[in-house]
């Protein structure tokens, strides 16, 4: 296992199944984890509780800009460093794009692609006088190829991806580190009975036979803030079973 131990990270949106998943494999790895959350405060709560006395919870509105970095100076000054962030707060409603509305739309970019630039740009001048840092964003396969009534947030995924790179080659002389990893089907809870339809062709087409989990999305986000990916930067990670690797036809 990869150690982290005297590092600390910021996991937006952790009190989510993905979230969560990503700081219970950092917390792992060694590293203390802030956990932000928007409106569910308990599960954030009860997900440091368990992470133990080198987690705490903290709570921030990240549609406002002052929030964003309101978060990222409260996460440094509680273990009095940042070593990594990784921006996985995010919504994926369902809109064709007929009926979408330029609200809807920003609703989404917003959530999905402000929030991380905010808390990137907020990240980077603590990293920055510390010497270097990593920003993982999590972004989609969704980037790369769309579904229906995705149209807002296969665009904010691919923007996503975009930002990274910039942030990569405008922030990569401070030694700040800034990449995505591009998730597929995730499993949660419920998800093969509310979907059940989906689940199975997902299983009969991805190659390597299942869905991902949390846990997968997690192990990458560590990796790409270790040592190990020192030289890693502005690069895509798709966490996906191998389903970007089928030809289209």
Not at 230 to 241: E, K, L, M, T
Request: proline share 4%; glycine share 10%.
């Amino acid at each position: 296992m990869i150690d982290l131990r005297g590092a600390t990270v910021l996991v937006t949106g952790a009190s989510g199944g993905v979230g969560a998943g990503i700081a219970r494999r950092f917390a792992k790895a060694g590293a203390a984890v802030v956990a932000h959350y928007h409106r569910n405060r308990a599960a954030a709560e009860a997900l440091a509780a368990d992470l133990g006395v080198r987690a705490v919870a903290i709570g921030a509105d990240l549609a406002v800009e002052a929030e964003c970095a309101r978060l990222v100076a409260e996460a440094a000054g509680w273990a009095g460093r940042l070593d990594a962030v990784v921006n996985n707060a995010g919504i994926q409603p369902d809109l064709a794009l007929a009926d979408m509305t330029a609200a809807d739309w920003r609703s989404v970019v917003d959530t999905n692609v402000t929030s991380a630039f905010a808390c990137t740009q907020a990240a980077a001048k603590i990293m920055a006088r510390a010497g270097g840092g990593s920003v993982t964003h999590i972004a989609s396969i969704q980037a790369h190829a769309p579904a229906e009534g995705h149209a807002h947030y296969s665009a904010s995924k691919a923007a996503l991806v975009m930002h990274a790179r910039a942030a990569a080659l405008e922030y990569g002389r401070a030694g700040i580190r800034v990449n995505t990893v591009s998730p597929g089907l995730i499993d949660r809870p419920g998800l093969a009975d509310e979907w059940p339809e989906g689940v199975e062709r997902w299983r009969e087409t991805v190659p390597l036979g299942r869905l991902g989990t949390a846990a997968d999305v997690g192990d990458v986000c560590v990796f790409l803030a270790s040592p190990l990916a020192s030289f890693v930067s502005g690069q895509d990670i798709a966490v996906d079973g191998g389903m970007t690797a089928r030809p289209p036809w």
